[in-house]
């Protein structure tokens, strides 16, 4: 194995035919040229390591790249390096485990850049090719558990025959588990399949619990239960007892005599309710529609029905548990890749700094596309899309001293992104301090877009819609029960068609839960959000210069501290209380930060003091719904309605969606009394700008 060199022309002289630099600043910046075509074995990846920068007419495998960038320590700390160029041919790369990179400390004022041909021509693969399907032989015991209308159509493979030999592990999943990576998948063309299940859409609903909402035992009207009963791993996903905590779970036995389906304990973390929304997974019995799939673990079969006559390489299962994984990572750049087919978490950056992805794309990964603990550091125009657990989870910043963690998640289209547990796990997760979400459009969404908690953050100019479109009780932007958690800004951005048809008051446009509080919420636009602002009890809200357009209230502000949720504000060892403690909040940097935070125990804290309301635009809807024990303490100001403000486009109120349908009229009153005009302003990534999202190509 020899390897391609890039060095571009020293900076200083050096004495010629000494092979060495007299100064150390006479550095070179390596480049390394990847292939897929390269053969790339762990043999391989040793011995180009061993040699590199040595020998110099050859491109690598990415297993010998990353291998060289591990034996680099002594060139990166000498200054012999002071760049590393890992350039990635068009291609497919399979990758089984993922790539470790790990940068030394010694070296972490040393750039590195992992960068291809473009997110749409280099993809880096955790799945392999499934080959070699066809019909159920007649002694294929599990296959008589096929429907009648199946047969003849569902094709059989061996997961061995294309090299596989690990499925993974099934774990519960859902609300408060810990994430772990999805067992295998399978892909029909870059889209994922759906495990056979019942009902084929939709929900059904449990009918009674014969052990009690405690128990683990429930029944449901009109289920399959004598072939349910023949399935060796079946699973039931469901809001057992909130629309807001779903939860999947191994079903420990079905009984068709009595009706009864009983799950494997513990219970789920609520309990049971009747009523209540659940499906069955996992059930070859219950494969009878193309696209839909299920594997016997014990033989390693799969069993699929698919939607076209296959080609080679149209099937493909996922293997590796994660794609990328960068360790103490410092100026370190990723562009124009693609990455897909994972179990888990497709990119993980665990600590370090300035790290920037830009021009990428992540599909299918079984748990989130990015989790990041870095600081100083930029993701921007992804497209991210079909993922189990949620788009981006971002840690950054110190809660302790407010100190900013400068991580921003920009200019990205994030949509179908809780394919697996479907509450809680948004688009964008953001704990800390200091960040940004910014001109992003997120969509198609069964809970919340984007999950905040901590201090200082910026949300501006993303477009939100078709979110919280299954669960209740939720917002498209979500916080709260944090007292100590201050400072965001709302700013520019435009929300509509949010929520469920069939759950209408269920659903929040920016909800602050819980007495949250100490946002300033101002200048962006909503269309068809019932409850567009819902402010749970919380105080110290800034609402100003907000068009509502058919929101119904456009404004909630209920005083749940002083109500039924006064045992949490009173609570001396409670959660709100205790997170005062945890940050010292009547000290600096908080008590200086935040002055009125200092005095809060002494001010009726469960009281929604503080909260004003000005200079808001309310057209169509109702424009305010405030709870009577709140109404002393919010401040209302000046408001606009529907003959202060026109649109230039003339049609229905109720129609207007688009941004484009919000237009205000140079005309309107209102401009002419103080309501500025949006900020929002679509981008490239907003609406229609998901190609250029995901690459420069």
Not at 52 to 77: C, E, H, Y
Not at 150 to 171: N, Y
Not at 344 to 355: P, Q
Not at 615 to 629: C, F, Y
Request: glycine residues 10%; charged residues 20%; contains cysteine.
């Amino acid at each position: 194995m020899t390897l391609r060199i890039s060095t571009p022309a020293r900076r200083v002289a050096c004495w010629f035919g000494l092979g060495a630099c007299v100064l150390p600043a006479c550095a070179t910046a390596l480049t390394l040229h990847v292939s897929a075509a390269a053969t790339d074995t762990p043999a391989d990846a040793q011995a180009t390591a061993a040699t590199a920068p040595t020998q110099a007419n050859g491109d690598i495998g990415l297993r010998a790249a990353v291998a060289v960038l591990a034996a680099s320590k002594s060139r990166f700390a000498d200054g012999n390096v002071d760049r590393l160029d890992i350039v990635l041919g068009a291609g497919t790369y399979r990758l089984a485990q993922p790539l470790q990179m790990q940068i030394d400390p010694s070296w972490r004022g040393t750039p590195v850049t992992l960068s291809g041909a473009g997110a749409n021509r280099t993809i880096l693969s955790g799945a392999r090719i499934v080959r070699g399907f066809h019909a159920p032989g007649t002694n294929d015991a599990a296959a008589a558990r096929l429907p009648a209308a199946a047969r003849g159509h569902v094709l059989v493979a061996k997961l061995a025959d294309s090299g596989i030999d690990d499925a993974g592990t099934f774990e519960r999943q859902g609300f408060g588990i810990r994430v772990t990576p999805a067992p295998l998948e399978l892909f029909y063309r870059g889209e994922p399949q759906t495990l056979a299940r019942w009902p084929n859409q939709g929900f059904a609903t449990i009918a009674s619990l014969p052990g009690g909402e405690k128990g683990t035992s429930f029944t449901v009207a009109g289920a399959p239960l004598d072939a349910l009963k023949a399935e060796p791993e079946l699973r039931a996903m469901g809001y057992w007892a909130r629309d807001w905590a779903d939860t999947m779970l191994p079903v420990e036995a079905v009984d068709p005599s009595s009706g009864t389906v009983t799950l494997a304990a513990p219970a789920p973390t609520f309990g049971m309710k009747t009523g209540q929304r659940m499906v069955f997974e996992n059930a070859l019995s219950q494969l009878d529609r193309p696209g839909e799939w299920y594997l016997d673990r014990a033989s390693m079969t799969v069993y699929f029905w698919p939607p076209a006559p296959l080609h080679d390489g149209d099937i493909e299962a996922s293997v590796s548990n994660q794609l990328l994984v960068a360790t103490t990572a410092s100026n370190l750049t990723i562009h124009d890749l693609g990455f897909e087919d994972t179990r888990g978490n497709a990119i993980e950056i665990n600590g370090g700094m300035n790290v920037e992805i830009d021009h990428a794309t992540v599909r299918n990964a079984g748990s989130v596309a990015v989790w990041s603990t870095a600081s100083n550091s930029h993701y921007r125009f992804m497209n991210v899309w079909n993922t189990g657990e949620g788009g981006f989870v971002v840690f950054a910043g110190n809660r302790q001293t407010l100190g900013a963690g400068n991580v921003s998640v920009e200019d990205s289209v994030i949509h179908d992104y809780a394919l697996r547990t479907r509450a809680y796990r948004p688009a964008i997760s953001l704990s800390g301090v200091g960040d940004r979400i910014e001109r992003n459009h997120i969509y198609n969404g069964p809970h919340a877009a984007i999950v905040f908690n901590g201090n200082d953050h910026v949300i501006s100019g993303n477009e939100v819609d078709h979110v919280a479109r299954e669960t209740g009780d939720t917002g498209a932007l979500y916080t709260g029960r944090d007292w100590t958690a201050r400072g965001t800004l709302i700013e520019g951005n435009f929300l509509h068609d949010i929520g469920s048809p069939a759950q209408p008051k269920a659903t929040m446009g920016i909800y602050l839960d819980d007495q949250g509080g100490g946002a300033t919420i101002r200048r962006n636009v909503f269309s068809k959000v019932n409850q567009a602002i819902f402010i749970g009890g919380g105080r110290d809200n800034l609402v100003e210069d907000n068009l509502f357009v058919n929101c119904t209230p456009a404004i909630y502000i209920d005083s749940r501290g002083l109500s039924w949720q006064k045992g949490l504000a009173d609570d001396p060892n409670g959660q709100l209380r205790h997170q005062l403690m945890l940050v010292h909040y009547n000290q600096p940097p908080y008590s200086t930060h935040y002055p009125s935070l200092a005095t809060l125990l002494d001010d009726a804290p469960g009281a929604p003091k503080g909260n004003v309301l000005r200079r808001n635009a309310v057209i169509g809807g109702e424009a305010t719904s405030i709870d009577m024990r709140a109404t002393p303490y919010i401040h209302v100001g000046p408001a606009f309605g529907a003959r202060d403000v026109s649109f230039v486009k003339v049609m229905p109120d109720a129609q207007r969606s688009t941004f484009a349908d919000l237009r205000i009229a140079p005309s309107s009153p209102a401009l002419h009394e103080g309501f500025p005009l949006p900020m929002f302003r679509p981008s490239a990534v907003t609406g229609t700008g998901k190609q250029q999202a995901a690459g420069h190509e």
